[in-house]
């Protein structure tokens, strides 16, 4: 991490990471005058302050995405923190035995949740 380096371009560094440059120029196309404050807010905040703590490891924090992603029943977010959890070490094992303990501790529809967001990241049936 480069001291001279802002929260928002550390943030925007982390986030391309996390996304690739695909994702990114998509949310650049969808990002207006009504959201493009909130985008920056997001970028420095989540990624540039969050993400880029070396405190706590990608993975480590990964894992924490992924427990409280499904406890918040946010489905539409599932998939795309288990592709970056994957990106960030998390083996096809490791997953499996995140998938039990959300379902054990935030019931088995997050679990199921979890599951199709597993298969859909991963291209398993």
Request: net charge negative; aromatic share 8%.
């Amino acid at each position: 991490m480069a001291e001279d380096e802002t929260r928002l371009e550390r943030g925007r560094r982390f986030r391309r990471d996390a996304f690739g440059d695909e994702i990114i120029a998509r949310m650049a196309e969808d990002t207006s005058s009504i959201n493009r404050r909130w985008q920056a807010f997001i970028t420095e905040s989540a990624w540039g302050e969050c993400w880029s703590d070396p405190t706590l490891s990608a993975r480590d924090r990964s894992l924490l995405m992924l427990g409280m992603t499904a406890g918040l029943g946010r489905a539409d977010e599932m998939e795309g923190h288990t592709r970056f959890a994957m990106k960030n070490g998390l083996t096809p094992a490791e997953l499996e035995a995140v998938l039990i303990q959300i379902a054990v501790y935030c019931g088995i529809p997050a679990g199921n949740m979890f599951a199709k967001a597993v298969q859909k990241a991963t291209g398993t049936p």
